[in-house]
């Protein structure tokens, strides 16, 4: 791999041979949305030009983020706020899918939820029923309006019995404040003050999120790219799946974590920017 002196010279670094044209010809562009996309809802330099780049080669693109306190409609209208227009189908978030797997797993539960408002919609809207007391599943998200009570009463239910669900394994979620606590973080108290573990831990870096979203879309899993700013999530998940990976550094992992770790992207890029002009570049 390049050194890091290296790459400030140039915008990207391809690790195998022949990578650049294997990501050209993806027909499916697996993106996530904090930290590589944007940050705190402010698009990153070169974000639009991605999507432009993907609508004029007639590729397809949805984004898939672990984040999980939020419903589609919300992302959808944020990004139409952007003048990017999105199908329900072109957003995939780990709260959402969790609820969705549960679900087809388990049929209809009664669930308590560490989370928003937002979020136990999305569980009532796929079938199951919020409840505050005697659950059979506890659900513990990426919550902004986290208490201890939710904490207590989530510490006691697992406790009890009720199968311990995280829908994703994050410890942060980055923000142009910095680092907020995220599902992984809020679960591991929850572990620690009960001393149960999870029973099912879902969002990246599990591939069954990515394999759902590929077959959805009808394509091979060497024709969808994996796209993000993390190496044990995004990245990981991606090498499970299968697909093909770029490491943007707009968000959590820096080049000297990428040259460290054993988790090895096909392709890192500065930005999603740089990506959208490896896409129409003609070499």
Known sequence: ????????????????EGVKERIKSCQLFILDIDGTFY???????????????????????VFLTNNSNRTIESYINEFAEMGIKLS?????????ATAEYLFEEFGPKRVYIVGTEDIKYEFQRVGHTVVEEDPEV??????????????????????????????????????????????????????????????????KPEPKLIEMVIRHNNVGKNEACMVGDRLYTDILAGIQAGTWTVLVLTGEATMEQAQKSPIKPHLIAKDIGVLADILVSEI
């Open 1 to 16: 791999m390049d050194n890091a002196n290296q790459y400030l010279t140039k915008p990207y670094v391809e690790l195998k």
């Open 39 to 61: 940050l705190s809802g402010r698009p990153f330099e070169g974000s639009r030009k991605f999507v432009d780049a993907l609508g004029r080669l007639g590729k397809k693109l």
């Open 88 to 96: 329900r189908d072109q957003i995939v978030t780990a709260g959402v």
């Open 138 to 203: 506890v659900v513990v998200t990426f919550d902004k309006t986290l208490t201890y009570e939710k904490i207590k009463k989530a510490t006691q239910f697992v406790s009890k019995g009720a199968l311990f669900v995280v829908t994703n394994p994050d410890l942060n979620c980055p923000s142009s404040e910095g680092p907020l606590p995220d599902a992984g973080a809020i679960a591991s108290v929850i572990r620690k003050a009960s001393g149960v573990y999870p029973n099912i831990i879902f969002g």
